[in-house]
């Protein structure tokens, strides 16, 4: 057998992954806007739902390369599987009790099985075949979670979001056998795509635990292994900037999706459920931003792609900021095709030639994830003290783009800090 096909299906399978975290992840540009109307929420409080999964990352990132190491990535992806399938059915006693906490809950312990399959995936697929199509592998991969930015956001169209929305004197006025009735109406709405999602997560642990899948890079000589501890990695500089640039994009990602609908309902006049629709076009042009990058890759360096799209999605957060109306979500639009790359092109660049140091370096990297849990929140503190103006909070992602762009020009380079341990 080649090792094209010996490498086919297991690629098939974890790009599989790469998809259900997509949905998961993507899914929270839903919940919060829903969450915050269905329990009464501030913008701030909303964003909770991105902190509970971020935290999870950062928490989560050393112990899943602990526990890859100790026990390989097939069982590392069937923990996480399963892990990720509890928080999603822990969803519904959340909308049976309409109670927040109990949905953070779940959210945190989503989080941990999705760190455990990032830590896992990623570099899984940047290794399954030859080394000199790694960023191209992990694209394509990663292309399907941009698929993944596509559905979401129609699943909750759908399933979720309920198209109506009262301001705070209708609710006051309304009678309150009727408000309760609507308030538990919202929150019932997300129990059945969870428990759909953690029903689908079961069985695709069932087929891992079938399958037979190779486990990379376990010939590798005893003497090869990591000496030292995770933070050793840090003494690459492009180890180090991949960790800073992750940290400041996924926190400019979140931001951008979090605020999406809210934005398109302030910015664009369109009702809830119009602006999930709105939300779906971001991810569709998402979607194909990760399949032309995946092309793209094949021509122009990674790092100097990475670095043009950054400074387009500079300019592209000034128009967010400061335009009118529908050129508003027409420029959110366009942060979605030109962030597609951002993630797995700062991973791959991150890990370049770190051989059996890419367990760790990948841990770190992850963790770098919770940039998704902080900047949210003081995008959703600046918009709360602006007497909630949206606009304004698009400052957060102008800013964290700096830093990408920055990553993409010099930070990428590798070579070895002349301070030998940094643990």
């Given amino acids: ?121 990623n570099p899984y697929a940047t290794r399954l075949g030859d080394p000199e199509d790694a960023t191209f592998r992990i694209n394509l991969a990663q292309s399907f979670n941009g698929l993944a930015v596509f559905i979401a956001p129609i699943i909750g169209t759908l399933f979720i979001l309920s198209g109506k929305e009262y301001t705070p004197d209708q609710l006051t006025a309304m009678p309150d056998l009727e408000k309760i009735a609507y308030l538990t109406s919202e929150a019932q709405s997300v129990k059945m795509p969870y428990m759909i999602l953690g029903g689908f997560l079961i069985v695709l642990a069932i087929i891992f635990y079938i399958m037979d899948l190779p486990e990379i890079g376990s010939e590798e000589s005893k003497s090869d292994k990591a000496k030292s501890g995770v933070f050793e990695t840090l003494k690459y500089n492009h180890v180090r900037w991949a960790v800073i640039a992750q940290f400041f ?52 360096r990674p790092a100097k792609l990475l670095s043009l799209y950054s400074f387009i999605c500079i300019l592209l957060s000034l128009v967010a900021i400061f335009a009118d109306g529908k050129f508003v979500v027409l420029a959110l639009g366009g942060l979605g095709f030109f962030m597609s790359i ?28 919770i940039g998704g849990a902080i900047f949210p929140v003081i995008m959703g503190g600046i918009i709360d003290s602006m007497g909630d103006n949206i606009q304004i909070g698009y400052i957060v992602p102008f800013l964290c783009f700096f830093v990408v762009w920055y990553f993409g020009w010099k930070g990428h380079k590798v070579f070895i800090n002349p301070v030998e341990s940094l643990s």
């Fill in 1 to 121: 057998m080649s090792q094209r096909n010996k490498y086919l299906i297991p690629f098939i399978l974890i790009t599989s992954l790469f998809f259900m975290w997509g949905i998961a992840n993507n899914l929270n540009g839903i919940l919060i806007p829903h969450l915050r109307k269905a329990l009464q929420l501030t913008n701030l409080q909303s964003t909770l739902v991105d902190t509970a999964v971020y935290l999870a990352y950062f928490l989560m990132a050393i112990p899943a390369g602990i526990i890859l190491k100790r026990f390989g990535y097939k069982k590392g992806i069937i923990m996480g599987l399963l892990i990720f399938a509890t928080g999603a059915l822990l969803f519904i006693p959340a909308a049976n009790m309409q109670t927040y906490s109990v949905f953070l809950g779940g959210l945190f312990i989503l989080g941990c099985g999705l760190t455990l399959l990032e830590t896992a995936a």
């Fill in 249 to 300: 994009y996924v926190g400019a990602q979140v931001c951008v999706t979090s605020f999406f609908i809210r934005m398109a309902i302030s910015g664009g006049g369109v009702d809830e459920k119009t602006a999930g629709w709105y939300l779906s076009a971001y991810g569709l042009l998402f979607m194909i931003g990760r399949f032309v990058g995946s092309a793209f890759v094949k021509f122009i």
């Fill in 342 to 369: 951002m993630f797995p092109t700062i991973f791959s660049l991150g890990i370049e030639g770190l051989k059996e140091e890419t367990k760790p370096a990948s841990s770190l990297i992850v963790m770098a994830i």
